[in-house]
């Protein structure tokens, strides 16, 4: 873990946030190449289940909704709380599932200091406008699933889609957590990517097995990460959320132990019915009302970020390599004049990158030697790294690097795009 992040704030993936000012307890700032990765992430997320299917639609919601929102879900009452206690000497705080309660405080070594363990609502609390009175309180939202709920009807008047369909949404969300860590495993501003699936209730189990293949090709197929690194958590009724009827977590095995990456919950009709009094659907062949159920797959975008990260790390005898996904990797190919002192070659290296970059994300490079150079794109995951030497002035060709097996072979200039692509 040491190593990722030491290399997340070197080469400006993932750095702490208000740095200058001594930082912001466990807040994190995505850089220039993390944020290319995020963005990877989030747009291969909507093209495979938005964009390319016609039973999801999208949505952007406001981040603070009308408080009533959470009243109705159930987040401003007990059910979106953890318990927590407090270390009476030193005043540190634990959430109880966490700790030995039996046992001494990490921070003091107190033995028997533990408070009797209380709930703590994890919302987040704002004010609108300028008086901070009661009347005036606001909440950012915990999840960005409410939305859906919320816009239901005016999706389904403005789309006429009919069940079963989905909303997805992809955005920030907020918790006062009481123990975030892990860098940016767990923190108190995150993002998530979600859909709530509507079904009728007799299609559930289907959906729920559906939606956990889905899932599983996402993890394999699109982050790369490698079956033998995920496992199923089947969550026992007492310990689900306050609305779930059954949830699998997908659990990762990061660098810290194996953890929740996804949760996938088949959400009755639980919210619907919260939010509307009348039914909100009408089944235009038998005109029966009801409440659609709901299957919600959730992804936590942070968390994918971090497990790409761990999967795809390595290192190989004198170098560090990120084997990220040619969909993920930051830039697709890196270019490099030969020397950096001869005008020729640096005006056709020029001239290369000028047009790849139409298409793809590339980086130009002409510091240093060339091994240098490789190694340097090989830590951030660059797949392809393309030399531009005295011979390419002469053929129109370069040469093309892989950065997992470090084979160099020529290639005619004109089939650059081609081969990237
Ligand atoms: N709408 C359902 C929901 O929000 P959740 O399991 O509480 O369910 C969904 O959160 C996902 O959001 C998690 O699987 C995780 O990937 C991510 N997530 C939750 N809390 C987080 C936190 N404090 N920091 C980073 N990611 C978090």
């Not at 956990?212 to 009724?237: A, F, Q, Y």
Request: proline residues 4%; negative net charge; charged residues 30%.
């Amino acid at each position: 873990m040491e190593k990722i992040v030491s290399l997340c704030k070197r080469r400006g993936f993932i750095f702490p946030g208000s740095e200058i000012y001594g930082g912001l307890a466990n807040s994190w700032d995505y850089g220039p190449l993390g944020v290319e990765i995020k963005n990877n992430i989030k747009n291969l997320w909507w093209k495979k289940f938005v964009q390319s299917r016609n039973d999801i639609v999208g949505i952007d919601a406001a981040l603070i909704m009308n408080p009533k929102v959470w009243e109705a879900s159930g987040h401003l009452s007990v059910g979106f709380a953890d318990f927590l206690v407090e270390c009476k000497k030193c005043h540190s705080r634990y959430r109880a599932d966490q700790i030995d309660l039996k046992a001494a405080c990490e921070n003091c070594e107190t033995n028997n200091s533990f408070t009797e363990p209380h709930q703590f609502n994890l919302m987040f609390k704002t004010f609108i406008g300028l008086a901070e009175e009661k009347e005036n309180v606001a909440y950012f939202r915990p999840e960005t699933a409410q939305a859906m709920f919320v816009d239901f009807k005016s999706v389904l008047g403005t789309t006429r889609k009919k069940l079963p369909f989905g909303i997805a949404q992809i955005g920030k969300a907020f918790r006062n957590e009481i123990t975030p860590g892990n860098f940016i495993f767990r923190t108190r501003e995150f993002e998530q990517m979600e859909i709530e699936y509507f079904i009728r209730e007799s299609d559930w189990g289907n959906s729920f097995e559906n939606w956990r293949k889905e899932m599983h090709s996402w993890m394999e197929n699109d982050l790369g990460l490698d079956k033998k690194h995920v496992h199923e958590l089947e969550i026992p009724e007492n310990e689900r959320a306050h609305y779930s009827k059954q949830t699998i977590d997908l659990e990762y095995d990061f660098p810290f132990g194996r953890k929740e990456l996804y949760g996938l919950a088949y959400r009755g009709d639980f919210d619907l019915r919260n939010h509307f009094k009348e039914a909100p659907y009408k089944d235009l062949e038998t005109n029966d009302k009801f409440w659609p159920h709901v299957i919600e797959p959730t992804w936590g975008v942070d968390r994918s970020v971090l497990a790409v990260l761990t999967e795809h790390y390595s290192e190989e005898e004198d170098r560090i390599v990120l084997k990220l996904p040619f969909k993920l990797a930051p830039y697709k190919a890196a270019v490099f004049p030969l020397l950096a002192n001869k005008p020729k070659l640096v005006e056709k290296a020029k001239e290369i990158y000028d047009n790849l970059r139409k298409d793809f994300m590339v980086a130009w490079d002409d510091r240093g030697n060339i091994g240098k150079r490789y190694y340097s794109q090989d830590e951030i995951g660059t797949p392809f790294c393309i030399t531009v030497d005295f011979d390419s002035l002469e053929d129109d060709s370069v040469t093309i690097r892989d950065r997992d097996t470090a084979k160099q072979e020529r290639i005619k200039i004109r089939d650059l795009a081609s081969r990237l692509r």
